[in-house]
């Protein structure tokens, strides 16, 4: 009697299993998505992709399936976007279907959908608005913010310099550097290298940025309400989460403490003045979460992008030493030695310019790019993308296309310089993305990796003890194509 119960359950199991099989299949089936691997129910194409070295099983993938293919993320599909042609046609031609920012772990969990970047509709329009507007705004009548990045550039060559002919990661100096230029536009001050505060901050962020990248930030997105609960490392990202909120929040209250609302000092200080301006709006979105969540998105987005091309533009350097040559003689010839370089000077450097477009397209450091959303039910190019379906552009695919670079997969210049060794445009150029989402930080990011990286090599001399077919320019492996690989490097005055 009792092996009857058990096996008339596990019948009554398995026929539900079978029934939840076919149901599932049936609802797959009549979305009608673009082409893609086969899936299974709660797996969905994870068999099919690679979870540590994901933007390049994906271009694997579009050869076989087309610029238009469809991924499952458990059971919730992704359409993935390939190509410039196909990714520009979605961002501008179908800028009304594809402008909304995707669903993410990161946005649900963490921000609850605050914030400036993985916002949607009249909140990102308005903290978007606000934003570019005190960014343009900032210095008020004061020090502006090339200014900053000039003097931040010269505390970076000091620190370089006190490591004189001993080698050294670059690294963290590089991520002070640029961080304190964003402290200065967020908090109105820049912090000492030394700072204890300040470099845990730091830290607390990177190690984020690291377990995002890999394979436990796919566990995330695979499974984001069962990985709340099953121990591993990206626990860390909760637990540093909440430190970093900390921190922003105590630099909020020290604000609200000290603020003169007719004298804004930095950023926080201008969204507070909003919020007291809007304080009787019922619907307003300047209030305290939001302000996190942007102070946040600003961090990210300042510090770890920037930081990490930086990064790369040093280990490329290392490895075409005759680049970074020929950059100095141009350093030489139009700024010399006695001034610091401006964002006016890049103008009259073409080869300068051309290697540091270069050196942000190969270093592709945000591969995968930020997720985008359909708005409304859609068809594009001949396949059907229902209302709400998650789409990733993905921009290495972008970078690196063939159609648009001759050597995409090399380090070259030439990509950017004429017949006349002039620089020219290429329309694929495009690390900030492109269209109405296109990063909010751009112009601050292309003057901090022109002034940085100029005024590196106009005042010293970059050194390895590696021999240069030993150095390894492409990303760590299994991180997903954002991790720079470390190295050391040594100095020495010009």
Not at 93 to 109: C, E, L, Y
């Amino acid at each position: 009697m009792e092996l009857g119960v058990t096996g008339s359950i596990l019948l009554a199991v398995c026929v539900s299993l079978v029934a939840y099989f076919f149901s599932w299949k049936k609802k797959l089936q009549s979305r009608n998505l673009p082409p893609g691997p086969p899936t299974l129910p709660l797996l969905g194409t994870i068999l099919h992709m690679s979870t540590t070295e994901m933007p390049r099983s994906l271009i694997k993938l579009s050869e076989k399936y087309g610029p238009v293919l469809t991924i499952y993320i458990g059971n919730e599909p992704m359409v993935v976007l390939v190509g410039y042609d196909c990714v520009k046609e979605a961002l501008l031609d179908h800028s009304d279907v594809f402008s909304t920012r995707g669903n993410t772990f990161f946005a649900k969990a963490m921000l609850k959908d605050y914030g400036v970047v993985l916002s949607n509709g009249e909140r990102w329009q308005q903290l978007r608005r606000f934003t570019l507007t005190t960014m343009r705004n900032f210095g008020m009548g004061k020090r502006g913010i090339a200014e900053r990045i000039q003097e931040e550039a010269q505390f970076l060559v000091d620190e370089f310099k006190k490591n004189r002919e001993n080698v050294f990661d670059p690294m963290d100096l590089l991520r002070l550097a640029v961080s304190n230029v964003i402290c200065s536009i967020v908090f109105g001050e820049r912090f000492d290298y030394e700072d204890e505060k300040f470099t845990n901050l730091l830290f607390l962020l990177k190690e984020i940025l690291d377990t995002i990248a890999s394979k436990w930030g796919i566990l995330l997105n695979l499974f984001p309400r069962t990985s709340l609960y099953i121990p591993g490392r990206h626990q860390k990202i909760f637990t540093n989460f909440r430190k970093v909120k900390e921190f922003i929040m105590e630099s909020v209250d020290h604000h609200k403490k000290t603020i003169d609302m007719s004298c804004p000092r930095d950023f926080i200080d201008s969204f507070l003045i909003k919020m007291e301006e809007d304080k009787d709006k019922p619907n307003t979105e300047f209030h305290i979460e939001n302000l996190f969540a942007t102070v946040k998105d600003l961090f990210n987005a300042g510090i770890e992008t920037t930081g990490s091309t930086l990064k790369s533009a040093l280990l490329i350097l290392l490895k075409y030493p005759d680049v970074a040559r020929k950059m100095q003689e141009e350093i030489d010839n139009v700024i010399g030695q006695s001034r610091s370089p401006s964002m006016e000077d890049r103008i009259k450097m073409p080869y300068t310019d051309a290697v540091i477009h270069e050196i942000q397209r190969f270093a592709d450091i945000v591969p995968l790019g930020l997720p985008h959303s359909a708005n409304k039910d859609t068809v594009f190019r001949g396949h059907n993308i229902p209302k709400d379906t998650t789409v990733s552009l993905l921009l290495t695919s972008v970078l690196k296309d063939s159609k648009y670079f001759k050597h995409p997969e090399n380090f070259d210049p030439g990509h950017f310089l004429d017949e006349n060794g002039q620089f020219k445009n290429n329309e694929a150029f495009v690390p900030f993305s492109f269209g109405k989402r296109n990063c909010l930080g751009e112009s601050l990011a292309q003057m901090e990796i022109f002034i940085f990286l100029t005024t590196i090599l106009q005042k010293l001399h970059l050194k390895t003890n590696r021999a240069l077919e030993d150095i390894e320019i492409t990303p760590e492996p299994g991180k997903n194509g954002v991790i720079v690989r470390s190295y050391q490097l040594y100095v020495e005055p010009r």
